[in-house]
């Protein structure tokens, strides 16, 4: 057998046993020179996957729907209160060692919770690392302490549960979303419902536990009707995500969709254009790929999941 045919036959493999965790027993497979194979179509119907409102899951729609802020949720609290605290109860304010006075980066805070990240789709393919995640000294039940009972933004108002982020405090791995769905919103946990199912399939597809790996989302709360969270309350919830990860400190962080992909990497970018190629944050590698609930919705594009995914196992694997 040819290096090449060996190589083929790998990747036919690979991609079957994919196929197999993610639970496709049969599919029709079109090919444009050879009859159609003779077989049942796949798992998922449109009936299945259209209750999960994943239209807003589909690549490069809109970033923000255009839609009236909400009214302000603390009326009797002054209008920087939440970011005072927040930006007193972490170190990530005290990053540069030049801090200027609080009163004036508190316009700023929402944008530069942490310094930007590089993002350059061209150039950043394994970019030099110029710049390390804070040590914060911070820990995980620090941050939950933190978030208390949050009622910094609206959403706390049609919560059931905050879905705090889950799994192993010291991974290599991270996932994060967008924001919690109706499952999530009852369990109090991300990634519990179908889309989280799918989520588990992939991270067991490159080998890792569930338990393993960290996951979490840029809003804790669950949006009215799952539209995407507006830009005041991500930039209430994110800046608790950014102190997890430099308390976590994982080696990749897998951005599942538009707009965790964009909140993450402050890229005006589409997930389609920058899709499967490491970008850099703090010297952490993204990988920005598809949301399994676009999955769900579109099989075809587990494919380009896949080689994402492998090339985040294979990293993990070289930089053990
Ligand atoms: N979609 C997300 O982005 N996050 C979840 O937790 C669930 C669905």
């Known amino acids: 057998m040819t290096e090449a045919n060996r190589q083929l036959a790998i990747d036919v493999r690979e991609h079957l046993e994919y196929l197999r965790e993610l639970g496709v027993e049969t599919m029709k497979?079109?090919?444009?020179?050879?009859?159609?194979?003779?077989?049942?179509v796949m798992v998922v119907t449109e009936e299945q996957v259209s209750h999960e409102k994943v239209e807003r899951f589909i690549p490069d729609r809109p970033f923000f729907t255009k839609q009236p802020l909400p009214p302000p949720a603390k009326p009797n609290v002054p209008a920087n209160a939440s970011r005072l605290s927040l930006l007193e109860s972490t170190r990530l304010s005290k990053l540069n060692s030049e801090t200027p006075p609080l009163k004036s980066v508190l316009p700023q805070i929402s944008k530069n919770e942490m310094p930007k990240p590089t993002v350059s789709p061209a150039t950043n393919l394994f970019a030099d690392r110029n710049s390390a995640l804070p040590d914060t000294g911070e820990t995980i039940e620090g941050i939950r302490t933190d978030i208390g009972d949050c009622r910094r933004c609206s959403l706390c108002e049609g919560r059931t549960k905050i879905a705090h982020s889950t799994g192993s405090f010291t991974a290599d791995l991270?996932?994060?979303?967008?924001?919690?769905?109706?499952?999530?919103?009852?369990?109090?946990?991300?990634?519990?419902?179908?889309?989280?199912?799918?989520?588990?399939?992939?991270i067991e597809a490159i080998g890792f536990k569930r338990d393993d790996?960290?996951?979490?989302?840029?809003?804790?709360?669950?949006?009215?009707?799952?539209?995407?969270?507006?830009?005041?309350?991500?930039?209430?919830?994110?800046?608790?995500?950014?102190?997890?990860?430099?308390?976590?400190?994982?080696?990749?962080?897998?951005?599942?969709?538009?707009?965790?992909?964009?909140?993450?990497?402050?890229?005006?970018?589409?997930?389609?254009?920058?899709?499967?190629?490491?970008q850099d944050y703090y010297g952490v590698k993204v990988m920005p790929t598809f949301h399994p609930a676009y999955l769900l919705r579109d099989p075809s594009k587990k494919r380009e999941v896949w080689d994402d995914m492998k090339k985040v196992r294979d990293y993990l694997n070289e930089n053990r």
């Open 213 to 278: 790996v960290f996951i979490g989302n840029i809003n804790r709360c669950r949006p009215p009707m799952n539209r995407a969270p507006l830009p005041n309350e991500t930039a209430e919830c994110k800046p608790f995500l950014l102190r997890e990860i430099a308390v976590v400190r994982p080696k990749v962080i897998v951005v599942l969709g538009n707009t965790a992909m964009k909140n993450l990497l402050d890229t005006k970018e589409g997930i389609t254009k920058i899709r499967g190629i490491f």
């Open 174 to 202: 991270m996932f994060v979303g967008e924001a919690p769905g109706a499952d999530e919103d009852a369990q109090g946990a991300p990634f519990v419902g179908r889309a989280g199912q799918l989520l588990t399939k992939i």
């Open 29 to 40: 497979v079109e090919l444009a020179d050879s009859p159609p194979l003779d077989h049942p």
